[in-house]
Structures are given as C-alpha cells and as structure tokens.
C-alpha cells in the first residue's frame, strides 16, 4: 500500500564527517515506533544526492504553524500539543537517548491528526550524560545554565528545554529572552537567575507550576517527563475524540432501533399455519383440476366447528 512521504536532500558531496553524523541519525531514528515522534522509512545512500525518507506530516513545522495561526489555535489545541511533546520526549528518554535539541523548530504538527511530533535527531546521543562541543554552533536560548558551564547534557537539561518548547507553543514561538540581545548576555542572565515569564491565561495552574519547575537551577530538582505527562496529558482533551465518542453512541442507537423495526416487521409478516382441514381440502382440489383439465372453484374453508359451537351455546343459554 503507497504512503505519502517527505525527503530530506543532502545536495552535493558528502564528505566523510557528514555521512557519519547522517549515518547516525538513522541509527538512531530506526528505534523509533511512536504516534508522537516522526517515523523513519528508509535511506537512499548509493548516489548522489544522498536522500532520507521520513513519514509526511501535513501541517509541517511547528513554530512556522504557530505563527501563521497564532489567532486560531486554542488554549485546548496548546495544551494538547505540549502533552504530545511530553508523551514523544518520554518514549525517547526511555530508549536511553538524549534529545539535546528540543525546540518547536524540531516538532511538527499534523493539522489531520491534531498531533505533534519530536523530529530533527541530528545532535541525539543514545547516553546517560553527553558532552558536547563549544566550538560548534548551540541553541543558547534553550539550553540549561548547566550546560554552558559543564558542556555536559543530560535528560534533564532537556526538560528544561522542554519548558522552553512549552514557553514557545503560548507564546507564538517568539524568540526566548528576546529582550536581551546578545547570546552571551543570554547565557549568564540565565546562570544569574532570569527566567521566562510562563503565565499564559486560561492555563490550568498545575501546568504553569510543572514548566516553571523545568527551570530549575538544581537538575534533579526539576520534574521527569513521564511526572510532566502525568499532570499535562489528563488536561488535553481532543475536539475529535468527543466528536467520535458521539457518533459512535448515535451508531448504537440506529443500530438497536433497526434490530428493534425488523423484529417487530418479522412477527408482523409471519403466514399462520394451516389447519389440516383445509389442507387436505385444497390437496383434494388441485387434483380433481388436473384429471378434469378443467378449472373448478376450490371448495369452501370448512366452518363445521363454528357452527358446532354456535349450536352448543344457543342450546346451554339459559331460558
């Protein structure tokens, strides 16, 4: 059965070193098997351009989303979202990889399927604790204060990115810590203690508590993401998951009710039987008609025990 596709190209020569970090991702993303993380479908890698083939999920990137429906997305439709990336950072977390790279840049949204999706593997690390390298480009605005001391990454340091994607989903995927400019002013603001401001409005409060407990100081004071899920996922509640409870009890219904019409249809529709009187009376008929070759009106349903009984009670009225 054909399914629909995206293709992610990898234009001109690869040289060693990419094909490693290509080559890794892939491993990685072979894993994967959850409605909240973006599935692998294959690898392209005897010519060029190199090609990897993931699942297509409709409504693209997250943040682009967020930004072109900022007016339209609920409160309800945030929530859920921010659930799903707790339930597809979780899964992840169980198979001992670390993200390193959570952002709403890295989900996608299935407008079909109102689901979001964790993607984009590139710097995950199937360890307990990563080290990463300073030479090289980082995400600042969403990274742990620990991470800019120590260049170590953790599980928690993504649940404090995770608090981040959460900031994001609220707030139209502005830019964290925008009123500060340069990102080594982000970095030791952020050690000194400034935090995002998370108080969206008509956000059940255990939610705003559980992302402002991601922004810890302490790692092992923050929260896991399967305590996250557990607060966040019982408050997302699916337009279409009520929509189809609905039409699933109307089937029900329509369902009993036209039982309920054939039955009574059936007993209307049933042939009394006939006594044997008559049987052997119209057996007897059909007969004389075809020696006779003639046709001769069928004999008249007998009525002897009508009458009979007709008799019986005019002669035991009383006088």
């Known amino acids: 059965m054909p399914i629909e596709v995206?293709?992610?190209i990898y234009k001109g020569n690869v040289d060693?070193?990419?094909l490693i970090e290509i080559m890794h991702e892939v491993r990685i993303m072979l894993q994967f098997d959850h409605e909240n993380v973006v599935?692998?479908?294959?690898i392209a890698a005897c010519r060029s351009p190199m090609l990897i083939v993931l699942e297509l999920v409709h409504g693209g990137g997250l943040n682009r989303y967020l930004k072109i429906k900022k007016n339209e997305v609920t409160t309800m439709q945030r929530i859920c979202m921010c659930a799903d990336a707790a339930n597809g950072l979780d899964y992840i977390h169980s198979l001992g990889i670390v993200h390193r790279d959570v952002a709403s840049r890295n989900c996608l949204y299935s407008q079909s399927k109102q689901r979001t999706?964790?993607?984009?593997?590139?710097?995950?690390?199937?360890?307990?604790?990563c080290?990463?390298?300073?030479?090289k480009p980082l995400p600042i605005r969403w990274l742990a204060p620990e991470v800019m001391t120590t260049y170590q990454c953790t599980k928690m340091t993504d649940v404090w990115s995770y608090g981040v994607l959460c900031w994001e989903i609220f707030y139209h995927c502005q830019d964290p810590y925008s009123f500060i400019k340069k990102q080594k002013d982000v970095i030791e603001q952020v050690i000194s203690g400034v935090r995002l401001d998370f108080t969206p409005e008509n956000v059940p409060q255990p939610i705003i508590d559980v992302v402002v407990r991601c922004w810890d100081i302490s790692p092992t004071a923050r929260p896991t993401v399967k305590e996250i899920s557990t607060v966040i996922v019982p408050l997302c509640e699916r337009p279409s998951t009520k929509n189809k409870k609905k039409?699933?009890?109307?089937?029900t219904k329509d369902t009993s009710k036209t039982k309920e019409f054939q039955q009574n249809r059936s007993r209307r529709g049933q042939i009394q039987p006939e006594s044997g009187s008559n049987r052997d009376s119209n057996r007897s008929h059909h007969e004389r008609q075809r020696k006779s070759g003639k046709a001769i009106d069928p004999p008249a349903a007998s009525n002897s025990g009508k009458k009979r009984s007709v008799r019986n009670r005019k002669k035991n009225a009383p006088l």
């Not at 999706?117 to 604790?129: A, K, N, P, T, W």
């Open 6 to 8: 995206a293709v992610k």
């Open 16 to 18: 060693n070193e990419k």
């Open 39 to 42: 599935k692998f479908v294959g």
């Open 117 to 129: 999706l964790i993607s984009d593997f590139g710097l995950s690390q199937q360890e307990e604790v």
């Open 131 to 135: 080290t990463i390298d300073p030479t």
């Open 247 to 251: 039409d699933n009890s109307s089937k």
